[in-house]
């Protein structure tokens, strides 16, 4: 599956932005999907993931409460509401997918990546 990662953006301290992860190749239902990101200097660390079904969703600490992660398997996209941003927000986020059933919140636990998408919170 080919993973293509969108809107991301400038945004202010308060304010909401949506990613999408499209999938191509493959029916992306068959996938659990995640959203990861990396800000510079730091290693890649899980925000947020969601079961093949959309039954199930999970969030890092930090993002509880502020972001919503959901797909539309008709439209073979997964998507991260992100609302009430800080600036600690500011990162590259991934999609990432992978066949196996079950949580994972580690960068090693998803076969597919997508490319990236820059989020940058101004204070």
């Known amino acids: 599956v080919q993973l293509q990662a969108s809107g991301g953006g400038l945004v202010q301290a308060g304010g909401s932005l949506r990613l999408s992860c499209a999938a191509s190749?493959?029916?992306?239902?068959?996938?659990?999907v995640g959203w990861f990101r990396q800000a510079p200097g730091k290693e890649r660390e899980f925000v947020s993931s969601?079961?093949?079904?959309?039954?199930?969703?999970y969030y890092a600490d930090p993002v509880k409460g502020r972001f919503i992660i959901s797909r539309d398997n008709a439209k073979n996209t997964v998507y991260l509401q992100m609302n009430s941003l800080k600036p600690e927000d500011t990162a590259v986020y991934y999609c990432?997918?992978?066949?196996?059933?079950?949580?994972?919140?580690?960068?090693?636990?998803?076969?597919?990546w997508g490319q990236g998408t820059l989020v940058t919170v101004s204070s």
């Open positions: 969601i079961t093949r079904s959309g039954g199930s969703t």
């Open positions: 190749g493959r029916t992306l239902s068959n996938y659990v």
């Open positions: 990432a997918a992978d066949r196996t059933p079950g949580v994972r919140t580690t960068p090693q636990g998803y076969d597919y």
